[in-house]
């Protein structure tokens, strides 16, 4: 059944026009302040209006209810690029609005409508234009007596000169998407033995199919917006695929889950930090299975830990930490406020819950790199390990911070996809140092002005 789900998946897209590799001109503003004054367009509030936060891998997904969902044939778009949507539930006798949304600020309303398109059938076709400037998209799908959905898609900027490059994770929502039954986790029955060897993007997101999009990434990317910070929107298959994609950026931003990478965005991020190019992840378990992606086929395969003996690559030896434990629940507390980023909090305070579900420490055994603590947990797990925020500086200048729990960037809207609820407190305190991260990042190499103090040295 998941063999036939991949197969019938995969001659869909082959049905697909393939997007121009050469971007048009779209007179996109890209001037210093294009994202403030993108903002400062009205928004739509009513953009996720009976279609609330429902997480990947939820296996209410999987109750029989009438649908309609889809997925494009790319993950991201550039200017010119014409894209092909595969609607899954429509059909010729039932109309489709398709309603094209730019996620982002606008006075809280969190989404700007582009346009409202209607179609019918099982396929439609999007052109990049002058109306679309870059960022995170959500294409809503409604249609009568069928569940509402979102489908996303980055429209990127190849010729980008922002100083913060935020990837989204997509590779990462794919491993666990639950659609069709399998993931890189669990199979038909919901059990880890039967999960798939490998998963193709040629299908739709399951929850509410925007991915992990809505609360691993998009509440920090919404705080960013409204500081105004100007972003260049990638994906991660956007790093694998072409070596440019980092040439222009001050800083690199990954959210709160990028478990996956593929062998060409592990040397992309590892080539950037040793340019002096800043790296900051938003959670835990950052860089910690490898992957392979075909292009041609739209699958990813062949999962083995970085750290494996086979690759020998920890994900320690670029973050300075790496995952340690699941199914945390805990608090930081905050080492030393008088340095950034955690300067806009006290010296010693708790940041109470965060710390969970997934939590990164510095490793005992192995080679890593000396880190600072910036915040750490009482011990947890099984190894009885501290959770930690990490930080350290390069000598080309770069300064890398890795956050150390998964909870960091779904607490800021309260929604968490295990469960884990947030004071009005704590969701203030992630957002200010979310807020001061982003600001700091903007500067250029950290360790011009913020050296790291290492409190654990290096393990040669």
């Known amino acids: 059944m998941k063999r036939a789900l991949l197969l019938v998946a995969a001659l869909a897209a082959s049905l697909l026009p393939m997007a121009p590799a050469v971007a048009g001109t779209c007179d996109w503003d890209t001037d210093t302040g294009w994202v403030a004054r993108e903002n400062s367009k ?24 009438k649908r309609i969902e889809g997925w494009f044939g790319t993950t991201s778009a550039q200017c010119g690029q014409n894209v092909a949507l ?14 094209i949304y730019r996620m982002g600020y606008y006075g809280g309303a969190r989404a700007r409508l582009i346009s409202v398109e209607k179609t019918t059938g099982k396929l439609w076709k999007f052109k990049v234009t002058q109306n679309t400037p870059p960022g995170q998209y959500l294409f809503r799908l409604d249609a009568d007596r069928r569940k509402t959905s979102f489908v996303p898609l980055v429209i990127r900027d190849a010729n980008s000169k922002s100083p913060i490059t935020f990837v989204s994770s997509v590779l990462t929502w794919q491993a666990y998407n639950q659609w069709g039954g399998s993931s890189l986790y669990k199979g038909l029955d919901a059990k880890p033995e039967t999960k798939a060897a490998s998963v193709t993007f040629n299908r739709p997101y399951d929850g509410d199919g925007a ?7 998009f509440p920090a990317l919404y705080l960013a917006e409204r500081a105004g910070h100007e972003i260049n929107y990638i994906t991660d298959l956007d790093l694998d695929s ?34 002096g190019i800043n790296l900051v992840a938003l ?11 075909d292009p041609k086929t739209r699958t990813m395969s062949n999962v083995v830990k970085w750290r494996d003996s086979t690759v020998r690559k920890s994900e320690a030896l670029l973050l300075g930490s790496q995952y340690f434990a699941v199914g945390v629940k805990s608090s930081y507390v905050v080492k030393n406020a008088a340095l950034w980023p955690f300067s806009v909090l006290k010296t010693g305070e708790r940041i109470i819950g965060v710390v969970g579900r997934e939590v990164d420490s510095p490793i005992k055994k192995g080679k890593r790199v000396g880190v600072e603590i910036l915040a750490q947990s009482p011990p947890v797990g099984s190894a009885k390990l501290a ?23 779904c607490a800021i809207d309260n929604k968490c996809p295990w469960g884990h609820t947030f004071s009005t407190k704590t969701r203030r305190q992630v957002a200010s140092v979310t807020g001061a991260i982003f600001e700091g990042i903007t500067r250029g190499p950290l360790a011009k002005w913020r050296p790291a103090t290492i409190d654990i040295p290096a393990q040669p």
């Open 387 to 409: 959770a930690v925020a990490t930080y350290y500086t390069r000598p080309s200048g770069a300064g890398i911070l890795n956050i150390g729990t998964s909870g960091w960037v």
């Open 242 to 275: 072409d070596p440019t994609a980092l040439r222009n950026t001050k800083s690199i931003v990954v959210g709160g889950q990028s478990e996956y990478w593929t062998e060409r965005m592990r040397g992309a991020l590892d080539a950037s930090v040793d340019r």
């Open 42 to 65: 009205v928004g739509s509030a009513k953009w996720d209006d009976g279609a609330p936060v429902r997480m990947s891998a939820d296996f209410s997904r999987r109750v029989e209810l």
């Open 211 to 217: 991915g992990q999009f809505r609360y691993m990434e």
């Open 283 to 293: 959670g835990a378990s950052t860089g910690y299975n490898r992957v392979a992606y």
């Open 86 to 99: 595969r609607i899954v539930g429509g059909s010729k006798e039932i109309e489709t609005t398709i309603s």
